[in-house]
């Protein structure tokens, strides 16, 4: 289930699959970033990071570390992750977060 405080921050604002009502469903990247970031932690990199709308549709170039690390514990990674099956579409908004951090 997700935190409200999380959504705000990891979805809504970097999450181009993010659909209201489906609180049940998150990435791994999600998890992560909840698991080892306080809001405000979290809140103050994403500041750092001053990003547009647009960085949601964006598709970076693969990053095999980072796929092994979030990708390959993901619910999405076996069945539904266009981004990982072939790049056709964005990553979820954690992997953009994780991304760009440690970009
Ligand atoms: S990019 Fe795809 S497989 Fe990777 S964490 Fe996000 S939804 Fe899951």
Redesign the pocket.
Known sequence: MKDKIYTDIICKEFCK?YKEGKEELH????EILRNNLTPYELKMLVGSLKCGDEIKNHIPAKNKKL?NL??KR????ID??D??DNRSEP??G??IIINLLCG
Request: one cysteine or more; hydrophobic letters at 20%.
């Open positions: 699959y990435c791994n990247g999600y796929i979030v990708c993901c619910d999405f990674f539904g992750c981004y990982t990553p979820c954690g992997y």
